[in-house]
């Protein structure tokens, strides 16, 4: 059953109405799949001739599904991240949200950058505020003041709405784009290592502060990552990539763990070092980089 009724307050309520009934009373059914990627190829062009960056990539993500993808660089783990959000188009192939093609961007795919992508002229409100107004531009002002104000406590901003990117640290920013992408209600976040460029403690930070908004929303999740332990500490899944050119899916693995994740109990635990292991096993000796690549 798909609810919706407006930004007017009813939707929540009907939410809440349905988050507060007895779950032994609701049938469960196994997830769909919900973002498929079919034989997809991207080839480029070249004076040497053609380039095959992605060599018949499949793939299938449940709904609510985090999944990240890791693998070297050159790989084509940006250029597949391009194509699910629609800013490049697959050679071959074809990839369907909810069984909708996908052939340009779209307000239900979100992009979130490594670089912020914030415009540095708008104030933080502003920045959140300019992409609601493009997407849902029927949408009442109060609400939209509304809306944009939610995202901002989200992610702990309210106090710095605003000052503009230049007056606010790395760590900030990056709460920012979150919260602009996640203010249009996007059904797939794509995420191509936001945290790659901020220090180790507010990486932490903002991986708690991504997992706690996606455990509330419950978004499907596309992420690029080189970290390994922030890809087993956010999936469910990871997805390796085999080196390019002509890169494939090399294996996909289950991250075992249950939810809500604790960075010490997972530590501790003798599955994350065999899960572990078994990535690095992957990437440094069966797909090893070497200097001719």
């Known amino acids: 059953m798909e609810l919706d009724v407006g930004f007017d307050g009813k939707r929540e309520n009907a939410m809440a109405m349905l988050n507060s009934m007895d779950p032994t009373l609701v049938p469960t059914a196994p997830p769909a799949d919900f973002l498929t990627l079919t034989g997809l ?12 960056v992605l060599d018949g990539i499949d793939l299938t993500v449940a709904e609510g599904e985090f999944i990240s993808i890791i693998g070297h660089s050159g790989c084509g783990k940006s250029t597949l991240l391009n194509m699910v959000a629609g800013f490049t188009k697959p050679t071959t192939g074809e990839i369907r949200v909810q069984s909708r093609l996908v052939t340009k961007p779209g307000p239900d795919r979100m992009v979130v950058f490594q670089n912020y992508s ?4 708008l104030t933080v409100y502003d920045n ?17 003041q509304a809306l944009v104000e939610e995202h901002l406590e989200m992610v702990g901003l309210s106090e710095a709405a605003r000052k ?8 900030m920013r990056q709460r920012v784009a979150i919260a602009r992408a996640l203010a249009i209600r996007p059904q797939v976040l794509i995420l191509d290592e936001p945290f790659g460029a901020l220090d180790p403690i507010t990486r932490e930070e903002l991986q708690d502060k991504l997992l706690e908004i996606w455990r509330e929303h419950r978004l499907t999740v596309l992420a690029i990552t ?43 635990d ?12 992957f990437l440094f000796h069966r797909f090893a980089l070497h200097d001719e690549d």
Do not use: C
């Open 41 to 52: 190829t991207k080839v480029y062009p070249t004076p040497r001739g053609p380039f095959t």
């Open 118 to 121: 914030l415009l540095p002229w």
């Open 128 to 144: 959140i505020d300019l992409a609601v107004k493009t997407v849902y531009r029927d949408l009442r002002k109060p609400d939209r």
């Open 164 to 171: 503009k990117p230049r007056q606010i640290s790395g760590g």
């Open 226 to 268: 080189h970290e390994i332990d922030e890809a087993i500490y956010l999936s469910d899944r990871i997805v390796m990539m085999t080196n390019g050119p002509a890169a494939k899916i090399g294996e996909i693995v289950s991250v075992p763990f249950p939810r809500p994740r604790n960075r010490q109990a997972i530590a501790e």
């Open 270 to 281: 003798p599955d994350y070092y065999t899960l572990r292991n078994h990535l690095l096993d």
